[in-house]
């Protein structure tokens, strides 16, 4: 399989650039290719222009601007994120990755009918979140309905592509995590990639 594997942490010593490169190391092991995205060493530019936004609902949108990143996604069997979470929610680059990248015409395009939109990624038959978050398990599932991972898997997931395998890796309670606690998530990473 081609995949993407995009990196969303502007710290290269960070424990998600560990993840990612766990990540590429088990898929790579597999026979997999890995198309390595990181948005800070790319220079993203996570911003929605006003010309792209003035034109969203144009046929064709025009995606020159990005043409590049839709290109790799376009080419891609299966997308792999890797991203610690802050409040709850995506880091900025990545949650722009998703307004830029995931436009009409490559995500998704608008059903002329009504408000439904049809999935375009038909070509992505895998999601794989690997992700981080500071706060406990039982403070993001039980308190905060694990937001991200409903936004993943009932919105980016289920509205851009149909039939895809889904999955979320998470380490919960990233701030205390001990060294030990974290081995043992990159090997349930590597274990988990290498299976695919």
């Given amino acids: 399989m081609q995949i993407l594997l995009v990196l969303a942490h502007p710290l290269p010593e960070s424990f998600a650039a560990s993840v990612a490169r766990t990540a590429r190391e088990a898929l ?7 198309d390595l ?3 800070y ?20 949108y025009d995606t020159s601007a990005v043409a590049d990143i839709v290109a790799r996604l376009q080419s891609a069997d299966g ?19 998703f307004d830029r990248i995931f ?18 990624l038909t070509n ?7 992700t981080t978050t500071g706060s406990p398990w039982w403070l993001v599932h039980l308190y905060m309905g694990n937001p991200v991972r409903r936004l993943l898997k009932r919105g980016i997931a289920n509205l851009c592509s149909k039939k895809l ?9 990233m701030d205390r995590a001990t060294e030990a606690r974290r081995k043992a998530h990159l090997e349930r990473v ?7």
């Fill in 190 to 196: 590597r274990k988990a990639l290498a299976a695919i």
């Fill in 79 to 97: 997308l792999i994120l890797v991203f610690p979470q802050w409040w709850f929610n995506f880091p900025a680059i990545l949650k722009g990755f």
């Fill in 28 to 34: 790579e092991g597999s026979g997999h290719v890995v």
């Fill in 41 to 60: 060493a790319e220079d993203f530019d996570p911003r929605l222009s006003e010309a792209e936004r003035r034109t969203y609902f144009d046929t064709p």
């Fill in 124 to 130: 992505i038959r895998l999601l794989y979140a690997l």
């Fill in 37 to 39: 995205l990181d948005l």
């Fill in 165 to 173: 395998v889904f999955r979320m890796l998470s380490l919960h309670d």
């Fill in 103 to 120: 436009a009409p015409g490559v995500a998704f395009t608008h059903d002329a009918a009504g408000g439904r939109i049809v999935p375009e």
